[in-house]
């Protein structure tokens, strides 16, 4: 799935013009003003694929060519080629992912070579500059996405568990990557070449390595996406949780001075992401989808120089004196003077027997075009009485699908806007069934039907489903703190909802009230739907990110000056 960015063409002559801009005489002094002039020689190699991201190179007298793998063994494809005034490089500079192509010297000449840190410092600064980098390095990743032999290609079934779970982070990612489908003759004369066997699936092929029953942890580790410390020991924030709570606290943090590194157990986008169409969000008047929403937002960080990392979960919280520790799953510290939460809230399952066994084979928590398009022509079933549920089912229809929708009320407007109710009712593509609940799962190793039950013991039925879609309500992800005190619901109080007994003697000791979105633990923040009595609405967690900053820095403020 390609994230889209309307402001550059979809054609393929938009994209080659967005690629290779020339930089004026004033821009490549600009430019010169944060690089180290060197002579190369031809045939030199800059960068290989599979080496770290990498420095921005302006050519100077030199010509360069960026290179990928050919379809042939032993060959390369030129992909582009650089003369003076142009640069190499692309979204990888920014993401810190490894490249994905060889950069080599095809005439001997000068260059000026623009390290990472200088890179950050001159998106910052130059704001023509930075706005005409960050096209260009999105339209390469454009063009890179409808190459048709990527340096990135995956070996297994696409629309198995572990096939959506790769295919999902590595769109909601970014990442150009080609899969080939593990009952395929070319999935056959990869698997002779390797030495691989069907037990060894989903493979990844970078370059010349090969991984084996691949995981998107292992992929992210692989790419370079997984966090590494590249700044200062202790960061200004670190943001927990990358929807469009956390997106914002990382944009307003890194674009107002914080050394900001913000980390989700998943992807950029939260459940956010998984929304297919967004029509009620301020200023995207035709709606967008959550996937793209969420890419614009990660991409707006970047520029501004936050870090993003993951699938990067989280294990543990710890405060000593005014520094906060993040501590990861696999044991790597992150100290923080500042520390947002943002981890949001995970759609609920249906308590039926085989629900995690058919999870991924059949039963999904999203409907993107990821998960909808293999559903045209096929029935599905949307379970849920919200908005979440009524873009899906709407999306699904439009794929094609036919489509149940159905909800354990007795109305369909009780928790969802109008404007979805209305077109949903007149659509005839959906079902619409109310006081309806799921009583039975069927199908092998994946969903083929499932059993409706009316509410109270009333009649069942049991009817053909390839797909079916869960947005039943969330719980809160807060099952990994300890010492940040929680609702009944396990939901995170902050500032005025926090009583005085949840505060303790150290909030008498400082001396202050809670600031807005600050929580029990001093300097610890929360924001979006983590946070007791939120709206649970995509503008709201976005204002709660935003606002949960300006609070950071009052806060970094007064411990400064104490």
């Not at 950029?268 to 998984?274: K, N, R, S």
């Not at 909802?497 to 001396?511: E, K, Q, Y």
Request: one cysteine or more; glycine letters at 10%; a negative charge.
């Amino acid at each position: 799935m390609a994230t889209s960015f309307p402001e550059i063409g979809d054609g393929a002559e938009d994209l080659a013009v967005a690629a290779a801009p020339r930089l004026t005489d004033e821009q490549l002094s600009t430019v010169a003003r944060y690089a180290r002039r060197e002579e190369v020689a031809a045939g030199q190699v800059l960068f290989d694929i599979g080496d770290d991201s990498g420095d921005l190179v302006l050519c100077g007298s030199a010509r360069l060519e960026a290179l990928c793998p050919a379809a042939a063994a032993d060959c390369e494809d030129v992909f582009f080629g650089y003369g003076p005034g142009q640069f190499a490089g692309e979204l990888a500079l920014l993401t810190g992912q490894r490249q994905t192509l060889t950069v080599r010297v095809s005439e001997a000449g000068t260059i000026h070579r623009v390290q990472a840190q200088s890179l950050r410092l001159l998106m910052k600064q130059e704001t023509e500059l930075s706005d005409l980098l960050l096209r260009t390095f999105l339209a390469r990743r454009r063009l890179l996405r409808q190459a048709t032999e990527q340096t990135l290609r995956l070996v297994g079934d696409a629309d198995s568990a572990a096939g959506m779970a790769l295919r999902t982070f590595l769109a909601r990612q970014g990442v150009p990557y080609a899969w080939v489908e593990d009952d395929s003759t070319a999935a056959d004369a990869i698997r002779a070449a390797t030495g691989s066997m069907t037990a060894d699936l989903p493979l990844a092929l970078i370059g010349d390595d090969v991984m084996h029953r691949v995981s998107p942890g292992a992929l992210s580790e692989r790419l370079n996406l997984a966090y590494r410390r590249t700044g200062p020991a202790t960061v200004d924030l670190a943001v927990v949780g990358a929807g469009p709570a956390g997106l914002a606290a990382a944009v307003y943090g890194a674009s107002e001075g914080l050394q900001t590194v913000l980390l989700d157990a998943v992807a950029t986008g939260g459940q956010a992401a998984t929304s297919a169409r967004i029509e009620n969000y301020l200023g995207f008047p035709f709606g967008l989808s959550g996937a793209d929403l969420a890419a614009r937002a990660a991409v707006q960080a970047l520029k501004f120089g936050a870090q993003i990392a993951s699938p990067c979960p989280v294990a543990a919280l710890e405060t000593d004196g005014g520094t906060h520790t993040v501590t990861l799953v696999d044991g790597t510290r992150i100290r923080a003077r500042a520390v947002v939460l943002a981890t949001g809230a995970s759609y609920r399952a249906l308590p039926v027997d085989r629900w995690t066994e058919l999870t991924g084979n059949g039963i999904y928590y999203a409907a993107t075009d990821l998960e909808a398009q293999p559903m045209a022509g096929r029935p599905v079933l949307v379970v849920g009485g919200a908005n979440s549920a009524g873009q899906a089912a709407l999306h699904l229809a439009r794929c094609s699908a036919d489509v149940t929708l159905a909800l354990r009320g007795g109305d369909l407007g009780a928790r969802m806007s109008s404007y979805l109710v209305d077109r949903i009712v007149s659509d005839p593509r959906i079902t619409v069934l109310t006081g309806t609940e799921v009583a039975e799962l069927h199908g092998g190793a994946r969903l083929e039907g499932v059993t409706l039950a009316e509410r109270g013991g009333g009649t069942t039925r049991r009817i053909p489903c390839a797909g079916l879609f869960c947005f039943i309500g969330a719980e809160p992800a807060t099952d990994w703190l300890t010492h940040v005190a929680l609702d009944e619901a396990g939901f995170i109080p902050t500032d005025r909802a926090l009583t005085p007994a949840v505060r303790g003697s150290r909030w008498r000791d400082l001396g202050r009230e809670p600031l807005p979105y600050e929580t029990s633990v001093p300097g610890v923040f929360a924001a979006g739907d983590v946070r007791a009595e939120s709206m649970k609405r995509v503008a709201a967690a976005a204002g709660d990110g935003a606002s949960a900053v300006r609070s950071v820095h009052q806060y970094l403020s007064l411990t400064t000056r104490g």
